[in-house]
């Protein structure tokens, strides 16, 4: 797996020490309220795991799953679509959602539209990596550890073809990878 990769862009270590601070952050924050933090799936779940560990006090966890279309819509309304809900009840809660990366802002856009129809106290947006060149939605992360450029990476729960999210540090995959996969 190693080999197939190009250029490490955030290291193990780095991860690490952003996320501490971000769960201290969370920590002061949220400490003392009622709050729900959602996982956008599959993303989120190595993120997620490790923040939610080093946050000291009760909270919530639940999962939502959504689905972007590339290119034509099945939904003549939306090109994103909710296709794993939520199954906590969040009415008065103040909810996180926790994703990997806000890249056009499709995906937690509808996700926030979503969650606000269940009358929660409030919603922030938790992300590991900002892409904002990409950004087609105006939203902005609450809470961000890394900004990143315009570049596709792979790792610590980010995939390539559902591949590559069991890598510890974010990555950008060698070209030659990324070409093959398309003549297959
Ligand atoms: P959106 O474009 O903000 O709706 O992001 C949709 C999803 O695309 C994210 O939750 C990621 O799963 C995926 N995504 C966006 N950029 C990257 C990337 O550079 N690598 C891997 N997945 C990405
Ligand atoms: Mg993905």
Do not use: W
């Not at 920590?27 to 923040?51: A, E, M, P, R």
């Not at 909810?95 to 979503?114: N, Q």
């Amino acid at each position: 797996m190693e080999n197939d990769i190009g250029e490490v862009l955030i290291s193990e270590t780095e991860i690490k020490n952003k996320v501490s601070a971000l769960a201290q952050k969370l920590t002061l924050d949220y400490k003392n309220t009622n709050l729900t933090i959602i996982g956008v799936l599959n993303g989120s779940l190595v993120f997620l795991s490790d923040l939610i560990r080093q946050i000291h006090f009760p909270v919530k966890i639940d999962t939502i799953k959504a689905n972007t279309y590339v290119g034509i819509s099945t939904s003549p309304k939306a090109d994103t679509e909710i296709i794993h809900n939520i199954n906590i009840n969040v009415k008065g809660e103040h909810v996180l959602i926790v994703d990997d990366i806000l890249d056009t802002g499709k995906t937690l856009s509808e996700i926030i539209r979503t969650l606000s129809g269940y009358s929660p106290l409030s919603i922030k947006v938790c992300v590991l990596l900002n892409k904002r060149a990409r950004r087609e939605r105006e939203i902005e992360p609450d809470y961000c550890c890394f900004e990143i450029e315009d570049k596709f990476v792979v790792g610590y729960g980010l995939d390539f073809d559902n591949r590559y999210r069991n890598l510890p540090y974010v990555a950008v995959l060698r070209e030659s990878i990324m070409i093959d996969s398309k003549t297959l």
